[in-house]
């Protein structure tokens, strides 16, 4: 099968933050699930160039109109991040390019043939920190709540996008398909918006000129959210290989901040309907971080960088946290006390303590080549505590529950801690060597079970403990994951007991 999935763009009018780094690692997660069974993935991200935000960010950096110089500057630093934190992103895509711009310039133009573009005055109010047009009834002592600033009043002649045709196109779409927006809780909320709020909307502007010329007049720039959501088309080949278009669109899955929920499930889903395209088959939207209870902001000085996150604490513990201690969806706090605490209770004295603990004991007795019954566990079965968390784990994925799927290995985890307590194998090996191999033949296949189940979360973990248990890093580029979840299906050693996987800190 095969699974396209997306990241919001992100404007580069600033280096990445936690919550970037959020929705991004959650999308790898999700990535690295669906090629862990098998299928073929495409993961676009990407910056979003255009706009009023980054030509304010330019400025402010002192580089005047040399414009594409700061966007070239900024783009590389957003991609080197993500290298850096190891996302596997099929493409990274820079709204200036000339893919891009050329996808748009077709886009537009199937949206104006198909009659849904109209020349209009534009009268109100524009925030360039939201990039939208904003209603006085939104405004909160005449600023906007988010940014605390007075938005721009534009008295323009606009070109405008018919979307209220699509409103009853798009109820109908939203009821017929109850996956559509995920999680479901952020439905009403959408429908709210599309039953009373989705009127035609301005898509040009006059007064900005760091943008893609519209098609119809070039003096007007396209307004940055049309062009924008344009990417997730452009990523996959639109407007230069059909062929690669129609293998992969529509995405299976757009990721994004619950902010941006109404471009992507009433905006976007117009402009796709008036271009004659299918739509995406799912947006899910994840919460907002707080840092420490408070909103983060340059202003109070806690901005979070994910990468002296990763420096500190390893890039696994990085994702283990956010994805563990926030239910993916809702929102959640960001704080370094916590952080420490997780990685102290669930990752050193949990799973490095677990894997160190077992091959410690692995190393001295051979038992890799010992078969061993599951139903060794006085009552409670080996097998059945696997299976429960592979099951769990495929459900939770299904839903992007991150954390459930996590919390189903700690409890391989916790059942193994308990066993090798109940069995004290250090105990056999004088009397009982034979039993002494075969509790330890168990614990490894629990190890090699759990190694499987982190691929997706703890991808530089599994490959140091595939190495330690003596098998590739790479076997489920040659081996189903079915094949390898079989109870002792694959064989393993030797086992090389490698350094503590999450030293201690203080
Ligand atoms: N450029 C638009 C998106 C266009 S998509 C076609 C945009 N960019 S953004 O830089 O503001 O990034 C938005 C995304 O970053 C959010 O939707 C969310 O995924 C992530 N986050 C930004 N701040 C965040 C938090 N404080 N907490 C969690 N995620 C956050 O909007």
Not at 62 to 72: A, L, M, P, S, T
Not at 179 to 198: A, G, M, T, W
Request: hydrophobic share 40%; net charge negative; proline share 4%.
């Amino acid at each position: 099968m095969k699974y396209y999935l997306t990241t919001p763009i992100y404007y580069i009018n600033d280096k990445p933050h936690i919550g970037h780094a959020y929705a991004t690692i959650a999308a790898d997660t999700l990535a690295r699930y669906h090629r862990l069974k098998g299928d073929e993935v495409f993961f676009l991200t990407g910056v979003d160039e255009n706009g009023q935000k980054n030509t304010d960010a330019a400025i402010l950096a002192g580089k005047g109109d040399r414009i594409q110089e700061y966007v070239d500057e900024q783009a590389a630093v957003w991609r080197n991040t993500w290298d850096t934190l190891d996302i596997t992103y099929t493409d990274f895509i820079r709204t200036t390019e000339a893919r891009h711009k050329k996808a748009v310039y077709d886009f537009f133009m199937r949206v104006h043939e198909h009659g849904d573009i109209y020349k209009g005055n534009y009268e109100g109010y524009y925030c360039g920190g939201c990039e939208e047009f904003i209603r006085e009834t939104d405004l909160v002592d005449g600023l906007c709540q988010y940014h605390k600033k007075a938005p721009e009043k534009i008295q323009e002649e606009n070109y405008f996008f018919k979307c209220s045709a699509y409103r009853d196109k798009l109820l109908a779409h939203i009821e017929k398909n109850p996956h559509f927006i995920q999680p479901v809780s952020r439905r009403n909320e959408v429908l709210d918006y599309i039953k009373n709020h989705f009127d035609d909307i301005s898509i040009s502007r006059q007064s900005v000129h760091w943008g893609i010329p519209l098609p119809l007049d070039p003096s007007h720039a396209i307004y940055v959210w049309f062009d924008a959501l344009v990417n997730y088309l452009t990523g996959v080949g639109f407007g230069a290989d059909l062929e690669t278009f129609n293998r992969w669109w529509p995405a299976d899955l757009h990721l994004v901040g619950k902010e941006i929920i109404k471009f992507h499930c009433a905006l976007w889903p117009a402009m796709l309907m008036a271009a004659g395209l299918p739509l995406p088959k799912a947006v899910f939207a994840h919460g907002f971080f707080t840092v420490d209870g408070q909103k983060m902001s340059k202003t109070l000085g806690n901005v979070v960088d994910p990468l002296s996150v990763a420096r500190d604490f390893g890039k696994d513990a990085l994702r283990y946290f956010v994805l563990r201690e926030i239910h993916f969806g809702a929102d959640g706090d960001f704080s370094v006390r916590r952080l420490k605490q997780r990685y102290d209770s669930d990752l050193a004295k949990g799973l490095g303590n677990f894997v160190s603990r077992v091959l410690a004991m692995a190393e001295k007795i051979d038992c890799t080549k010992t078969t061993v019954s599951y139903q060794d566990g006085d009552g409670s079965n080996a097998l059945e505590t696997v299976q429960a968390a592979w099951h769990a784990w495929e459900e939770s994925f299904k839903i992007v529950d991150f954390t459930a799927a996590l919390e189903a290995i700690w409890e391989v985890m916790s059942w193994g801690d308990w066993y090798i307590d109940m069995k004290k194998p250090w105990a056999l090996t004088k009397q009982k060597p034979e039993a002494a191999k075969e509790v330890l033949a168990l614990l490894l296949e629990l190890v090699r079970q759990v190694h499987a189940m982190i691929v997706p979360f703890l991808p530089e973990t599994a490959v140091s403990i595939a190495h330690q248990l003596g098998l590739k890093s790479d076997i489920f580029s040659t081996l189903p994951l079915s094949r390898y979840q079989k109870w002792q299906g694959v064989p393993i050693g030797p086992i090389r007991k490698g350094d503590v996987l999450f030293p201690q800190k203080n």
